[in-house]
């Protein structure tokens, strides 16, 4: 014998195109089947984020979030493209900002090169003279750097 039943609800188009069908035909061994119906647009709160480097906007990462989760979204944001950023000799800011006020922040730290390693003992000034020219090197070089962002963060946001 075949069992049939009926579900009935409201769901966003979005989601149901994303990943609705693919976890129905999970579910039912690929023998359930499924029929949509328009249920016409409904009014909703939506805001734009922004996503910042170093200070600079990147247009195409800007999407539009609905508003009572702006801030969950922005943090996996913030911490997915952290983690796919390559770390460069500065510091690289990653922002979510909705108008002009941060809703999430993440920072990829800076590599650091040993320039105190072929000094061996003796006088600390020299030491010290080394790290003082390098974090000078490391200011210019975050002033005039354009943060590369890889293709695959384009691709997965």
């Not at 800076?110 to 072929?118: G, H, M, N, S, Y």
Request: a positive charge.
């Amino acid at each position: 014998p075949r069992a049939t039943w009926k579900k009935q609800w409201y769901q966003r188009r979005v989601r149901a195109v994303s990943d609705f069908y693919s976890s129905v035909k999970m579910f039912s061994s690929g023998y359930a089947t499924c029929d949509m119906e328009e249920g016409g647009f409904r009014e909703t709160d939506l805001t734009r984020v922004d996503v910042l480097f170093n200070g600079q906007m990147v247009e195409g990462l800007s999407r539009i979030v609905r508003s009572h989760v702006v801030r969950e979204e922005c943090r996996e944001t913030v911490a997915e493209i952290a983690k796919m950023m390559p770390r460069e000799l500065y510091k690289i800011v990653i922002q979510c900002v909705v108008g002009n006020k941060v809703q999430a922040r993440a920072e990829v730290k800076p590599l650091r090169k040993d320039v105190t390693k072929a000094l061996y003992g003796g006088d600390k000034t020299r030491a010290m003279k080394l790290l003082a020219r390098q974090r000078e090197g490391k200011k210019k070089l975050k002033d005039s750097a354009v943060v590369k962002v890889p293709k695959a963060v384009f691709r997965k946001f």
